[in-house]
T-cell receptor, first 121, second 108 residues
Framework: QVQLVQSGAEVKKPGASVKVSCKAS????????ISWVRQAPGQGLEWMGW????????KYAQKFQDRVTMTTDTSTNTAYMQLRSLKSDDTAVYYC??????????????WGQGTLATVSS | DIQLTQSPSSLSASVGDRVTIACQAS??????LNWYQQKPGKPPQLLIY???SLEPGVPSRFSGSGSGTDFTFTISSLQPEDIATYYC??????????FGQGTKLEIK
């Protein structure tokens, strides 16, 4: 069965970076893309960007364009999301979600369990 | 960017009630709309894709309809386990994949 297992909770200071991993199993990693979605405490869902599992091509939401980097390691079937220059309002649960195809489709059947990143001085 | 407006933002209903949530897009998104259910502390779960297609394994009391700019999500007979927040999400205009602000459903 498809599983996306994310790394554990993080606590960071303002200005630092956080890197969250998402290890995939149960499917052919290179046949699907991965999106990252975040959710601030008590708030809604916010799409951050997408990365191809096939060739590492990325598409970022404009809001995060200057601060986010998404990568993959096909040798370990793992996707990564790094967010730099953290601010307190970046405190959120970060989810990875498998897209429904090799290219951007936008249908997320499978999600990681979420990683809480707390930004606090 | 496409904006999605859900209504209501919260809803209280009794077990067995028919529940309806609306989602309005700021532009025509054809039928490229999903509905997700999210329970506290859990990731979202896909219920409906392509506006009206039921994800396999999802109970048939859940349904979706609409196209263009106006969409509806319905629970035909509310069950206690349906207590959650529901989100619509468009995937016609890229990027970003916009989500609605959510509808919190509670039992009366």
């Amino acid at each position: 069965q498809v599983q996306l297992v994310q790394s554990g909770a993080e606590v960071k200071k303002p200005g630092a970076s956080v890197k969250v991993s998402c290890k995939a199993s149960g499917y052919t990693f290179t046949s699907f893309g991965i999106s990252w979605v975040r959710q601030a405490p008590g708030q809604g869902l916010e799409w951050m960007g997408w990365i191809s599992g096939y060739n590492g091509k990325t598409k970022y939401a404009q809001k995060f364009q200057d601060r986010v980097t998404m990568t993959t390691d096909t040798s370990t079937n793992t996707a990564y999301m790094q967010l730099r220059s953290l601010k307190s309002d970046d405190t959120a649960v970060y989810y990875c979600a498998r897209d429904d195809g090799r290219d951007m489709v936008g249908v997320f059947q499978h999600w990681g369990q979420g990683t809480l990143a707390t930004v606090s001085s | 960017d496409i904006q999605l407006t859900q209504s209501p933002s919260s809803l209280s209903a009794s077990v067995g009630d028919r529940v309806t949530i609306a989602c309005q897009a700021s532009q025509d998104i054809k039928n490229y709309l999903n509905w997700y259910q999210q329970k506290p502390g859990k990731p979202p779960q896909l219920l409906i894709y392509d506006a009206s297609s039921l994800e396999p394994g999802v109970p048939s009391r859940f349904s979706g309809s609409g196209s263009g700019t106006d969409f509806t999500f319905t629970i035909s007979s509310l069950q206690p386990e349906d207590i959650a927040t529901y989100y619509c999400q468009q995937y016609d205009f890229l990027p970003p994949y916009a989500f609605g602000q959510g509808t919190k459903l509670e039992i009366k």
